[in-house]
């Protein structure tokens, strides 16, 4: 893009954030609301066009005991039903709520439901995040199935593989395969666990951009997401540990017996904080960047309150053109974190199946 042009970009920017602070003003029903676009909810944020919500589904126990699965397309509708009213602790039956003021507000979007009668279970309702990680699997599944029909044809056996999808899946095919797998694992176990690594590294990958288009969410923002990938290598990890892995956690070889049983709890710990740390660190790194753009954004309305329109228009040419570096880092870090998060799991993996010859001489 030529100079001209991301100056006339820089500019739509800052007008369009000064309207947006003069009409802040006006709009006392909803507010102002910073996160909404980066945090998890059950619906899709498609503002200023609209939103979509999504369906709501609870598993609940009855007061007799027994159980039921209650399910809605919408918020609203499972509010209009009478048997789920918003807050965190169960409402009195018979209680009687304002549900079209609710919903006229904007406010039931984010509620937590609870049944008037029996007990929640589980509230398996689907949120913006899941969706995203959704979409993320359909991409994938799709990319996929299209590049192995090709294959099937004998295009990228027979001949050199053709087109920009083809090529671009290879590239980083080959590069997992090559400087991830084979360098943690060997040449004897990275075929085992290629498509694991595969799996991993395209689905953050994917999720991960999708947070960066416009409506998108970040699915890999999610803790809970992170850990259910964590789960799965912490599962590899131990199922595929070697007998010398087992016997470094449970007694060090080649130490007095005193320094064993400090090292043991401190590696019994280590199994588990291994795939923690390596939740944490994906969710964390994939929050932050989101919130660094919130806070730069956030300083032309602190400006503006704090020194009125002026301090909003001049605080903003550096704000937006701060906020446009981060979202070209934040691209950068995309690919960064998959990669870190698929080195890792290949690492823990490959070090649990290794065996220490040195030890059987003993």
């Known amino acids: 893009m030529s100079a001209a042009g991301l100056t006339r970009m820089l500019l739509c920017g800052v007008l369009l954030l000064g309207m947006a602070m003069e009409t802040r003003a006006e709009d006392d029903e909803e507010g102002f609301d910073p996160v909404h676009h980066t945090a998890n909810g059950y619906y899709l944020d498609f503002s200023p066009i609209g939103k979509v919500e999504l369906p709501r589904l609870f598993v609940v126990r009855t007061e007799s005991g027994g159980y039921k699965l209650l399910g809605y397309w919408t918020t609203k509708a499972a509010l209009r039903s009478h048997a789920l009213v918003p807050g965190y602790e169960e409402a009195d039956e018979g209680e009687v709520h304002d549900v079209e003021a609710l919903v006229a507000s904007g406010h039931h979007l984010d509620a937590r439901l609870v049944p008037v009668s029996g007990s929640l279970v589980?509230?398996?309702?689907?949120?913006?995040?899941?969706?995203?990680?959704?979409?993320?699997?359909?991409?994938?599944?799709?990319?996929?199935?299209?590049?192995?029909?090709?294959?099937?044809?004998?295009?990228?056996?027979?001949?050199?593989?053709?087109?920009?999808?083809?090529?671009?899946?290879?590239?980083?095919?080959?590069?997992?395969?090559?400087?991830?797998?084979?360098?943690?694992?060997?040449?004897?176990?990275?075929?085992?666990?290629?498509?694991?690594?595969?799996?991993?590294?395209?689905?953050?990958?994917?999720?991960?951009?999708?947070?960066?288009?416009?409506?998108?969410?970040?699915?890999?923002?999610?803790?809970?997401?992170?850990?259910?990938?964590?789960?799965?290598?912490?599962?590899?990890?131990?199922?595929?540990?070697?007998?010398?892995?087992?016997?470094?956690?449970?007694?060090?070889?080649?130490?007095?017996?005193?320094?064993?049983?400090?090292?043991?709890?401190?590696?019994?710990?280590?199994?588990?904080?291994?795939?923690?740390?390596?939740?944490?660190?994906?969710?964390?790194?994939?929050?932050?960047?989101?919130?660094?753009?919130?806070?730069?954004?956030?300083?032309?309305?602190?400006?503006?309150?704090?020194?009125?329109?002026?301090g909003g228009y001049g605080v903003a040419p550096v704000a937006v053109g701060f906020t446009l570096f981060i979202n070209v880092l934040e691209l950068l870090i995309a690919f960064i974190q998959a990669y870190i998060f698929t080195f890792l799991s290949a690492l823990f993996i490959g070090m649990a199946m290794v065996e220490h010859e040195h030890e059987e001489a003993h």
């Not at 979409?135 to 593989?161: D, E, Q």
């Open 122 to 310: 589980i509230d398996l309702s689907i949120t913006r995040h899941l969706m995203f990680a959704f979409l993320a699997a359909g991409l994938l599944l799709w990319a996929f199935i299209a590049m192995a029909r090709r294959y099937a044809r004998g295009i990228g056996r027979t001949s050199a593989p053709r087109g920009l999808l083809q090529n671009t899946l290879e590239l980083f095919i080959v590069y997992v395969r090559d400087d991830i797998a084979i360098p943690c694992m060997g040449m004897t176990h990275y075929r085992q666990f290629l498509p694991f690594l595969l799996t991993v590294f395209f689905f953050v990958i994917t999720c991960n951009l999708l947070g960066l288009v416009p409506w998108g969410a970040t699915a890999s923002s999610n803790i809970n997401i992170t850990a259910a990938l964590a789960l799965f290598t912490f599962v590899l990890t131990q199922v595929n540990g070697s007998r010398s892995y087992w016997k470094h956690i449970f007694w060090p070889p080649d130490m007095p017996v005193a320094v064993k049983l400090l090292l043991i709890p401190t590696e019994v710990m280590g199994i588990f904080i291994k795939p923690v740390v390596l939740a944490i660190r994906l969710f964390a790194n994939m929050t932050a960047g989101h919130l660094v753009i919130l806070s730069l954004i956030g300083m032309i309305f602190t400006f503006s309150t704090l020194f009125g329109p002026v």
